[in-house]
């Protein structure tokens, strides 16, 4: 084997004068060196390939803990899309049909005049359409005793069907008390008035 020395004296601009030790590790080093060349030039392709493949593994492995992240949840969005569909039930359980309403008006009137209140007012407004349903006012004075002001204002609060008291003013008359206020209640659309209201909004937008 050469020593250091030895080939810090070759001369390199005679190359077939050198000991074959030194030959032979020269010949190793261009070996490697145009082996090492080579498979940058020729695997350089490889290696962008294999980049891009390793790249849309991670892609893969996202997408795939998001879509097991989004299948854990599926009963759970289930469930809560089960238990909205029964409390919207519920809901429109309270809001009367068309035919319904008549009853209910005499259920409000008759909650008055089982407080003892003497109705001055009682005018059902028109009608206006709030998407699938139909909103009712119904203008109201009423007069009698604070107490009994209040427990009708409770017995319309539970009401099978919905019913707000809105814009509510009360007023001292003599020796009892007069409350002026707008009943509102509300009732879904039968499927004829659904289908007109339909309509309706194709030709509205149609118009445009």
């Known amino acids: 084997m050469m020593n250091l020395d030895e080939l810090k004296n070759l001369n390199p601009k005679t190359p077939g004068a050198w000991p074959w030790s030194a030959k032979l590790l020269a010949f190793a080093v261009i ?9 940058v030039l020729d695997w350089q392709d490889q290696w962008d390939s294999l980049k891009v493949a390793r790249q849309k593994e991670a892609t893969l492995k996202d997408t795939f803990l998001s879509k097991k992240r989004q299948a854990v949840n599926l009963d759970l969005i289930k469930k809560q899309l089960l238990e909205t569909q029964e409390s919207f039930g519920a809901l429109l359980k309270q809001l009367p049909n068309k035919s319904e309403m008549d009853a209910l008006l005499t259920d409000i009137n008759q909650a008055g005049l089982g407080r003892g209140l003497q109705f001055d007012l009682f005018r059902p407004g028109p009608e206006s359409i709030k998407g699938s349903f139909a909103e009712q006012p119904i203008t109201i004075k009423v007069t009698g005793s604070y107490d009994d002001l209040g427990k009708f204002a409770s017995d319309i609060s539970m009401l099978p069907r919905i019913v707000t008291l ?3 003013s009360i007023s001292p008359a003599g020796g ?3 409350m002026e206020a707008v ?3 509300f009732r879904y659309l039968d499927e004829e ?8 909004g194709k030709s509205a ?3 445009k």
Do not use: C, P, R
Not at 31 to 37: D, H, K, N, Q, Y
Not at 193 to 200: G, H
């Open 193 to 200: 008035e659904l289908s007109a209201q339909k309509k309706s």
């Open 31 to 39: 070996f490697i060196a145009v082996v090492a060349t080579g498979a």
């Open 205 to 207: 937008g149609a118009s």
């Open 166 to 168: 809105n814009d509510i």
């Open 176 to 178: 009892a008390l007069t």
């Open 183 to 185: 009943a509102k209640t």
